[in-house]
């Protein structure tokens, strides 16, 4: 239903209101109503650029959407919603802490802000809670708090918030430039996960020579490196607990 700006023939060469859904988190709302809630991917970083020839607009950011019965999904939207002004080409993670729904909103492989609401179904609600200027790739809920993972050249930055004092969160850093990796450190860390009581944290070794490396922390915020380069770090000696570098 979208015109493609890259097209000569507008009219009969059209493109979807999304190419993708990444998150699928369900949210109880303070009326108990429960939702699903969609993070849709736009093909704004194909389609990125207006046809000054045709005056087709360049294509629209990605949509967010919700359903409460699984078969109607209604769009996330107004024209003053951060959702939309932002003109974001990807909404993915998402994640639930004390009543409140969490998104990174960024490109199209993955890496943007985080924004968030207490109340998720009105599109004005939302507002950005990540540190201006940053970049991040996944959000987790872990031993309630929210866990982000924030990337930069010197290594991404395991940080975290109670979630306390909305839309201004105030955040600490649990795994810092990539976990003290001195030589060619993983620059982003792309997945979270909870298991037997930790969270495992996912690196990406696309930058690094030597490959991703994987974490685990523990309630306490102490972590231990699972796999990956040993090192001497400010925290103490850290191996490869699984032998695996």
């Keep these: 239903t979208i015109p493609n700006p890259d097209s000569d023939k507008p009219t009969n060469r059209l493109l979807p209101p999304d190419i993708g859904f990444r998150g699928l988190p ?38 967010m959407m919700r359903t409460v019965d699984g078969v109607n999904f209604t769009p996330i939207q107004s024209p003053t919603s951060i959702l939309v002004t932002g003109n974001y080409a990807s909404f993915r993670g998402m994640t639930v802490l004390n009543n409140c729904l969490y998104v990174i909103a960024g490109d199209l492989t993955g890496a943007g ?74 620059q982003s860390a792309l997945s979270m996960k909870v298991f037997n009581g930790d969270l495992y944290v996912g690196g990406n070794g696309i930058h690094s020579f030597f490959g991703a490396e994987m974490y685990r922390v523990h309630p306490d915020d102490t972590w231990d490196l699972i796999e990956g380069m040993p090192r001497d770090t400010p925290v103490g000696y850290k191996a490869p607990l699984s032998g695996l570098g």
């Excluded at 369900?26 to 194909?46: F, H, M, P, R, W």
């Excluded at 000054?52 to 294509?59: I, Q, R």
């Design 26 to 63: 369900v949210y109880t709302a303070a009326d108990g109503t429960q939702a699903l809630y969609v993070s849709g991917v736009s093909s704004k970083s194909i389609h990125k650029f207006a046809n000054p020839d045709t005056g087709v607009p360049a294509a629209p950011g990605a949509r």
């Design 113 to 186: 802000v985080v924004l968030g609401s207490c109340n998720p179904s009105d599109p004005d609600s939302w507002a950005l809670v990540s540190p201006a200027g940053t970049q991040y790739f996944e959000i987790a809920t872990y031993n309630n708090a929210l866990y982000a993972t924030q990337s930069g050249v010197d290594g991404f930055n395991l940080i975290k918030s109670d979630g306390s004092g909305f839309p201004n969160l105030q955040f600490t850093t649990v795994i810092p430039l990539g976990g003290y990796r001195t030589l060619m450190p993983n």
